[in-house]
């Protein structure tokens, strides 16, 4: 086909692709969070041959069996790059001299980023390594190499554990003189070993993310030690060694997986915070007449048709494969596997984009035994939050989750264990507290919980009515909706996820019972409040109906400021005192004001909120700014401690004032309750305000991160004279 193809059709199958720009001098080795959902992120890292995407694969290459060239992997795959062994080029006379001769570059033909292996793993399978801690990345930085590695200690699983800590500090200990000899240009890697023993992961990772060279620590952290794991399908400890690891890395380095490049395990891993994944899988299984697909490995002996497509495959039958030469069938496989694995990333970056890689991961979960095992113990962690170095991960998971989320969310076994659903039940639980007042004016305690059943979204068409009649009845009442999820307040009706569930209309039509329904309702501390359970019913026909509404709408505007965005009750009944509404064509709020001034508006999307400048002034009424980053967080934090603020370093402010967004490097200072996703206020050191937006990066990564957006502005507050 090939052969046939005009000019025309060769370039839209084989684009030619540009080569890499170096990033800018100041920004080599720097890393940044673009996107994130929970502990997942898309992330650039800077190199001086072009800006890394994460999540990556870098496809391993040996120098000596080029199954793909480098050079189509680059054009044909958008592989922007990949990792070689540098032990086995230094091993290689002609190869060694070719690379200090041209550059590693020349020698792969490869444009883009190349990071090399320092023969740690060489060591592991032959026993040892002929070559010095410094000498090895020596070698790496004199041949060009983008990322190298240093000469770590393989800390294998079946070491005792004096003997994996012994590679823990051994590894440490040469950690000076590798960041030494890479020099200014090359970027180190500074692997994390530690066996399956948590504490050692994460004593690892602190103390590799905390050596400093002349010009620079280690820009990556690989996971060292872990393919021994992979071999024998042990993920939950493969998962474990990473939640340990993710608890004390710094937030500016990237996780990479060494050796991992399974696509059925990629989901997982990136939901849990991996950025990096390198591998020859692509090339050995197809060697072994394997083919790689996300839901597991497939054998080419005995099918038929094929499980999982591919452009390499498309056209040939399973039969006619099998019928090719042994080389020529390996190399066709091997297009198909290095195929699908980057097919899986790319879905995985855009299910991060759109908020959904944890579900991409649950569904990957029931693909193997052994890696479903590995999810429900991750599931205990976030539920259960151990105090060890993985429930310490779990918590930073939780809380760099924003809890409101556009578009549906399908309903499954594990849907209430997601990272963002179980946020927004503990800030529910935390934060939301029962009406002051009631609709008539009248103070007191709730006579009354009732619940609404059978009722699907929208709820403020399906539910409204039985809520007004409720109010009617008895206005002591505080009105709840039943969910799948359990029981939720009506004034966060038009929250998502709770308002997108994706599931049969049977589901919708069932009654949980008063158990079920009293175990939420323990929650929010309504227990021993008497329990009344209604149907859906339409709107009555009375003239304190449209009071009852308007108060509905003042509860929903309380209660979201107290939940998401911290605001202390009586605060944001202060801020509704004198509320009036804007509504939409279809009934919705679209705009809030308070004493004529416009406050806010209810997100439509995802019924989150949106300050504006008056609302962002009222709410900023502390009279001290966020302590430094330097300085101790209280262990005091209330229920409430207030709308998050985060405070700008003084170079930065006419920028920020004038509606530039907040940049990583130019904060001194941020509330450890900030949530990315959610509403902040920026400030000055007088705790002035200098802006609003909505945060990107979490209390932690603002305080390590030193690139990229750290707040997208809304508005700035100063203006022009």
């Not at 290459?61 to 086995?88: C, F, H, K, Q």
């Not at 060694?241 to 696509?263: Q, W, Y």
């Not at 042994?326 to 596997?337: C, F, Q, T």
């Not at 005091?636 to 170079?651: A, K, M, Q, T, Y």
């Amino acid at each position: 086909m090939t052969a046939l193809m005009t000019p025309t059709l060769r370039s839209l199958y084989m684009p030619v692709r540009a080569d890499p720009e170096p990033c800018r001098e100041q920004d080599l080795g720097l890393f940044e969070v673009v996107i994130r959902d929970g502990a997942a992120r898309i992330g650039r890292l800077h190199t001086l041959h072009g800006s890394l995407q994460t999540p990556v694969l870098l496809p391993v290459i040996n120098p000596n069996l080029r199954t793909i060239e480098p050079r189509e992997m680059w054009e044909r795959y958008g592989v922007d790059a990949l990792i070689t062994n540098s032990y086995v080029i230094w091993k290689h006379d002609d190869l060694k001299d070719e690379a200090l001769t041209d550059g590693i570059h020349s020698l792969l033909d490869y444009p883009g980023v190349v990071m090399t292996d320092s023969g740690t793993f060489q060591s592991y399978v032959y026993g040892d390594v002929e070559v010095g801690v410094g000498e090895i990345v020596d070698f790496q930085r004199d041949i060009g190499v983008d990322i190298g590695t240093m000469l770590d200690v393989f800390g294998r699983p079946d070491m005792s554990r004096q003997e994996l800590e012994d590679c823990v500090r051994e590894t440490a200990n040469r950690a000076p003189e590798s960041l030494k000899a890479a020099g200014e240009d090359m970027l180190l890697n500074g692997p994390i070993q530690g066996g399956t023993h948590q504490d050692l992961r994460a004593e690892a990772a602190s103390l590799m993310g905390s050596v400093e060279g002349e010009h620079r620590g280690f820009c990556v952290h690989p996971l060292g030690g872990i393919v021994p794991l992979m071999e024998k399908q042990r993920y939950r400890e493969l998962f474990e060694a990473l939640m340990a690891a993710r608890s004390t890395v710094p937030s500016d380095r990237p996780i990479h997986m060494f050796g991992c490049g399974h696509p059925m395990l990629f989901p997982m891993a990136i939901a849990l915070g991996a950025d990096l994944f390198d591998s020859a899988a692509y090339a050995l299984f197809a060697r072994d007449d394997r083919l790689l697909s996300p839901e597991g490995t497939i054998k080419l002996e005995g099918l038929n048709e094929w499980p999982v497509s591919s452009a390499a495959l498309f056209g040939r039958t399973p039969e006619e494969v099998r019928a090719l030469d042994k080389d020529e069938r390996s190399v066709l496989l091997a297009h198909h596997n290095l195929e699908v694995t980057q097919t899986e990333l790319a879905r995985c970056r855009e299910a991060v984009r759109e908020g959904r890689i944890w579900q991409l991961a649950e569904r990957r979960s029931h693909a193997n035994p052994q890696l479903r095992e590995a999810f429900l113990w991750v599931l205990d962690q976030l539920e259960e939050i151990p105090d060890d170095p993985s429930g310490e991960t779990a918590l930073q998971m939780l809380a760099s989750a924003n809890p409101v989320r556009m578009g549906r969310e399908d309903l499954s076994e594990d849907t209430g264990s997601r990272p963002h659903i179980l946020h927004l039940h503990a800030l529910l639980s935390m934060r939301w507290r029962v009406p002051g007042s009631w609709w008539n004016g009248i103070d007191g305690a709730p006579d009354r919980v009732v619940i609404i059943d059978s009722s699907p979204p929208p709820w403020r068409i399906t539910a409204l009515g039985a809520a007004v009649k409720a109010l009617l009845e008895n206005p002591r009442s505080v009105v709840m909706i039943s969910t799948p999820l359990g029981p939720i307040p009506f004034s966060m009706e038009d929250v998502s996820p709770w308002c997108h569930l994706e599931c049969s209309d049977e589901t919708w039509r069932e009654i949980y019972d008063d158990e079920e329904i009293s175990e939420g309702l323990e929650e929010l501390g309504l227990s021993n409040i008497p329990l009344v359970r209604v149907a859906p019913s339409e709107i009555p026909d009375d003239e304190n109906s449209s009071e009852v509404r308007d108060w509905l709408d003042r509860c929903s505007i309380v209660d979201k400021l107290s939940v998401l965005c911290a605001v202390p009750p009586l605060e944001a009944c202060k801020l509704t005192g004198e509320m009036e509404v804007r509504r939409s064509n279809t009934d919705r709020v679209v705009n809030v004001f308070n004493k004529k001034q416009h406050m806010l508006s209810p997100r439509l999307t995802d019924g989150g909120i949106s300050l504006t400048l008056e609302g962002a002034s009222t709410l900023n009424s502390k009279p001290n700014p966020p302590a430094l980053f330097d300085e101790p967080i209280s262990d005091s934090l209330s229920d409430h401690p207030g709308i998050p603020r985060v405070r700008l370093l003084e170079d930065a402010t006419p920028f920020v004032g004038k509606g530039r967004n907040v940049m990583h490097g130019y904060i001194l200072g941020a509330d450890p309750h900030l949530i990315p996703g959610q509403p902040c206020l920026v400030v000055d050191d007088e705790g002035n305000l200098v802006a609003h937006g909505t945060a990107v990066t979490t209390h932690r990564e603002m305080s390590q991160l030193s690139k990229g957006v750290a707040v997208r502005v809304r508005e700035g507050a100063l203006r022009d004279d």
